[in-house]
């Protein structure tokens, strides 16, 4: 079954610790999307990549970094430097970085704070 | 800024009543706009997409309409059933060159039976 995966379901961070959420499609689509979700609030948009070994700054981009090493898998790490990392990640990809395209969506990773 | 706006913000009915959720975005230009629907805990799930060309789409019980000059869209359900509880977010594709979505907060919708 082609789709979009990501673990852990549940993450748990302690103070000062880097941790890393997966995100893996077998789409193969060549952009992919980090958002974050809090309660009562839309998504907003942390990483995305139009193409492997590329990535951009999306509007709330501090305290993260991504990386895109190869086309299926699209990593996010919350460093330390978040101050506020509890939150609903997820993770999308589109065939391409294109005015049509829909966005698909991930099961999502739920991180909470220690 | 792009701003999406969704009214109500929740809407409790029962079984086999139709239905509007509302969606207001503040910028005129944008590139198309989407439907999704998000279950607890879960990912989102695409229902409609309408390409700013477009006036309405429609997927069996769900049709979605654009009118891109006032800023508003409407998802229409009928019929509706308590499989349909779920939370509904608009989104809007904008920003010129550097085009992304914008969310809103979504309705959380719960048909009883």
């Known amino acids: 079954d082609g789709g979009i995966t990501q673990s852990p379901k549940y993450l748990f961070r302690k103070e000062g610790q880097n941790v890393t959420l997966s995100c893996e499609q077998n789409?193969?689509?060549?952009?992919m999307y980090w958002y974050r979700q809090d309660p009562g609030q839309g998504l907003r948009l942390i990483y995305y990549s139009q193409i492997v070994n590329d990535f951009q700054k999306g509007d709330i981009a501090e305290g993260y970094s991504v990386s895109r090493e190869k086309k299926e898998s699209f990593p996010l790490t919350v460093t330390s430097a978040q101050k506020n990392p509890t939150a609903f990640y997820l993770c999308a990809s589109s065939m391409s970085w294109g005015l049509q395209e829909t966005q698909y969506f991930g099961p999502g990773t739920r991180l909470l704070v220690l | 800024k792009q701003e999406v706006t969704q009214i109500p913000a929740a809407l409790s009915v029962p079984e086999g009543e139709n239905l509007v959720l509302n969606c207001s975005f503040t910028d005129s230009a944008i590139y198309n706009l989407q439907w999704f629907r998000q279950d607890p805990g879960k990912g989102l799930t695409s229902l409609l997409l309408i390409q700013s060309s477009q006036r309405e789409q429609t997927s069996g019980r769900l049709n979605a309409s654009l009118d891109k000059s006032s800023g508003r869209s409407t998802l229409y359900i009928a019929a509706s059933q308590p499989g349909d509880s779920a939370t509904y977010l608009c989104?809007?594709?904008?920003?010129?060159?550097?085009?992304?979505?914008?969310f809103g907060k979504g309705t959380l919708l719960t048909v009883n039976p």
């Open positions: 989104a809007v594709k904008s920003g010129g060159s550097n085009y992304k979505l914008t």
């Open positions: 789409l193969n689509h060549d952009a």
